[in-house]
């Protein structure tokens, strides 16, 4: 075979940012480049409507240490009658789910699980306010059945700050709330060494309307607090990071939410870093949005909650629950369930999206968004800990201040329709009135601590004028 002439290719050459972007002014004939092709986030990210390779000459060394791309088909259940959640659980399992997440008390844990192969799923458990019972039921279901518990995967989701966050008080005081967390950690690592005991709920400051960057660093700056408390308590700083996963809440920013995962690892990277932890490592779950849910022509909470899947796992989430399309407003049913499910299984076994390691890798796109969220996310963090720190920066009112800032911005920009949901406040539904009722967000009792953070759906208000 004759070998190709090298000269051809000299004939071509590259053109630089400069050049590129001389031409693209040239062709505007006037209108401002800015304005005109560079769209401006509420997050404070400017993204271009092109990019170029040399404009991501500050890229951070960010990428997913996976073997695969695979993730956890994660389903959560919540319910009164335990008999009747048992069987939509054994439904879910058998139509592809292989995680469990679970709200429950601990009587109600061995009816729960019934004929469930706990020894081949995962199961994160979410005990209210009594983690230790409930741990302590899982761990005496496995002895009953004979099961090792060193091979048991899953978590019991404790996350005490995170609860004074949106309850505004302790379960009972910062004190027996941290030693809890402690001995919650020490069981685990000696009796379920696979188990995650220590949960970050980022998802919060999404769902309070908070932006990517308040989400990561707050997010951050909680598990910083978290490593630096118990540590104080004596347990090792790598055990502490072990035992930790976070919750991170997906919306509609198709390209910042990829960014936004990717970024994640980066952060908490560099924190476990200045604690001298060599093992770095960062359990991500990420859960749907319900902020942007609606019950006004509510089959569209289904798009959304695809595309937010997609982003979840091309950014490299661990595990994933897509919420139900009719979560805000319904009961749970086989028939929203099996959606939500069959979401996941479509995206891995007819798209292949768990085939690619790292698919947002090569991006400049999406590398230059990372580096824009990480960078804004850490000045953002670094604020915090000049605060003393998440908890006295939310003990100050900092943190409610500037979430509270953001969400009023997003209702701003809803109304004004710079901010749309389809079906909602543009292209509705014709003559299209409420006649769902929403779920009512739970309300803390007893006299907050602090000012809580409070869970909203960016479309209530809209919902509540359209009421018959």
């Not at 999206?353 to 968004?369: F, K, T």
Request: net charge negative; glycine share 8%.
């Amino acid at each position: 075979m004759e070998e190709p002439n090298e000269k051809l290719f000299d004939e071509f050459h590259g053109t630089d940012t400069a050049t590129w972007k001389q031409q693209v002014i040239k062709d505007l004939k006037g209108k401002d480049f800015d304005e005109t092709l560079v769209w401006k986030s509420l997050e404070g990210i400017d993204a271009p409507a092109y990019f170029h390779e040399g404009e991501n000459s500050v890229a951070l060394p960010i990428g997913l240490d996976k073997e695969t791309n695979a993730w956890i088909i994660r389903q959560d259940f919540s319910g009164t009658n335990s008999k009747e959640t048992n069987q939509r659980i054994l439904k879910a399992l058998r139509g592809g789910a292989s995680s469990l997440g679970i709200r429950c008390e601990s009587n109600e844990l061995p009816i729960l699980l019934k004929d469930v192969f706990i020894d081949m799923i995962g199961v994160n458990l979410d005990g209210n306010d009594k983690p230790q019972s409930l741990l302590d039921a899982y761990i005496t279901e496995l002895n009953h059945r004979g099961l090792d518990k060193t091979a048991a995967q899953g978590a019991i989701e404790f996350d005490p700050i995170g609860r004074l966050t949106e309850t505004g008080s302790w379960i009972n005081d910062a004190t027996a709330d941290l030693a809890t967390a402690q001995h919650l950690i020490e069981t685990c690592k000696n009796q379920l060494p696979n188990f995650k005991s220590l949960l970050v709920g980022g998802n919060l400051f999404h769902e309070a309307g908070g932006t990517i960057v308040q989400e990561l660093a707050f997010s951050m700056a909680q598990g910083s607090d978290y490593l630096s408390l118990l540590s104080e308590k004596g347990l090792p700083v790598q055990t502490i990071a072990d035992s930790m996963q976070f919750h991170c809440s997906i919306g509609s920013n198709y390209f910042l939410e990829i960014a936004k995962l990717r970024a994640a690892r980066w952060l908490w990277d560099k924190v476990l870093e200045a604690y001298g932890v060599e093992n770095k490592s960062c359990f991500i779950h990420s859960v749907t949005s319900s902020w942007n849910t609606s019950i006004l022509d509510a089959h569209n909470n289904l798009l959304r909650g695809t595309t937010e899947a997609m982003s979840a796992i091309l950014g490299g989430c661990d595990s994933l629950t897509v919420v139900p399309f009719d979560d805000s407003f319904a009961a749970a049913s086989g028939f929203s369930e099996r959606l939500a499910r069959n979401t996941q299984l479509l995206l891995q076994d007819e798209a292949y999206l768990d085939r690619v390691i790292d698919p947002a890798a090569g991006s400049h796109y999406l590398e230059n968004l990372t580096t824009q969220i990480a960078q804004n996310a850490w000045e953002e963090f670094q604020q915090t800990e000049q605060q003393g720190g998440f908890l006295e920066a939310l003990k100050k009112g900092y943190i409610q201040e500037q979430i509270t800032a953001s969400a009023d911005k997003k209702k701003a920009a809803f109304a004004a329709k710079q901010l749309t949901l389809v079906g909602v406040n543009k292209y509705p539904a014709e003559q299209e009135t409420n006649r769902a009722t929403a779920k009512n967000v739970p309300v803390s009792e007893g006299i907050p601590t602090v000012k809580p953070l409070q869970r909203f759906r960016i479309a209530q208000e809209e919902e509540a004028n359209r009421q018959q």
